[in-house]
Nanobody, 115 residues
Framework: QVQLVESGGGLVQAGGSLGLSCLVTGTGFGISTMGWYRQAPGKQREMVADISTSGSTKYAESVKGRFTMSRDNAKNTVYLQMNSLKPEDTAVYYC?????????WGRGTQVTVSS
């Protein structure tokens, strides 16, 4: 059974940093494209970053230069390091796994950035 468990959210002041982790259970992690998405109140879920099986990353324009996504295939875990956080980064952050055209989602972790 595939499960994605996010951790590391919380409350931080603007300009601060937070790190998120997502542990994926089940097989096939190494052949999965992984992503971080977020959803703010009243807004649609949006892609924040994703990472391919080879480690190539893509970022939303709004987080480029501030966020870094990485993966550790030995630990079945992906990470999102968030620096220079802004109040507009406040959202629930979701981990996503895509394999064979199918998406799996975590339950999300709240990130709140105070001004």
């Amino acid at each position: 059974q595939v499960q994605l468990v996010e951790s590391g959210g919380g409350l931080v002041q603007a300009g601060g940093s937070l790190g998120l982790s997502c542990l994926v259970t089940g097989t096939g992690f190494g052949i999965s494209t992984m992503g971080w998405y977020r959803q703010a109140p009243g807004k649609q879920r949006e892609m924040v970053a994703d990472i391919s099986t080879s480690g190539s990353t893509k970022y939303a324009e709004s987080v480029k230069g501030r966020f870094t996504m990485s993966r550790d295939n030995a630990k079945n875990t992906v990470y999102l390091q968030m620096n220079s956080l802004k109040p507009e980064d406040t959202a629930v952050y979701y981990c996503n796994r895509r394999i064979f055209g199918r998406d799996y989602w975590g339950r999300g972790t709240q990130v709140t950035v105070s001004s």
